[in-house]
């Protein structure tokens, strides 16, 4: 397994950006597809984007597609969400996850296929 510490949350006015990063540690990153979820007040945890291992590819909820990116640097072994439009439905904690997969199957939405999870970090945006 890898180890994973989000930073970045914070408050931010609707229409604002924020960035989300994800340090992991622990084994070599690169052989692991990684994601991003969220988790509202109320409501169950939620895919939101994923990445393959080498950062080639990449997919996203459709809730936010268009103002979302994810990104990694494998040589600094990080993680990253750019969030920006953001919306008050976003406000959330974002769980960053990795997964082992090979390159042609890094694609998942599943919170159960994912191995390793971060804490999570907060995200509060005002209307």
């Known amino acids: 397994q890898v180890q994973l510490v989000e930073s970045g949350g914070g408050l931010v006015q609707a229409g604002g950006s924020l960035r989300l990063s994800c340090a992991a540690s622990?084994?070599?990153?690169?052989?692991?597809?990684m994601g991003w979820f969220r988790q509202a007040p109320g409501k169950e945890r939620e895919f939101v984007a994923a990445?393959?291992?080498?950062?080639?590819?990449?997919g996203y909820a459709d809730s936010v597609k268009g103002r979302f990116t994810i990104s990694r640097d494998n040589a600094k072994n990080t993680l990253y969400l750019q969030m920006n439009s953001l919306k008050p439905e976003d406000t959330a904690v974002y769980y960053c996850?990795?997964?082992?997969?090979?390159?042609?199957?890094?694609?998942?939405?599943?919170?159960?296929?994912?191995?390793?999870w971060g804490q999570g970090a907060q995200v509060t945006v005002s209307s």
């Open positions: 996850a990795a997964r082992t997969a090979t390159a042609g199957s890094w694609y998942s939405s599943l919170q159960k296929q994912y191995d390793s």
């Open positions: 622990g084994r070599t990153v690169s052989t692991y597809a």
């Open positions: 990445i393959s291992g080498s950062g080639r590819s990449t």
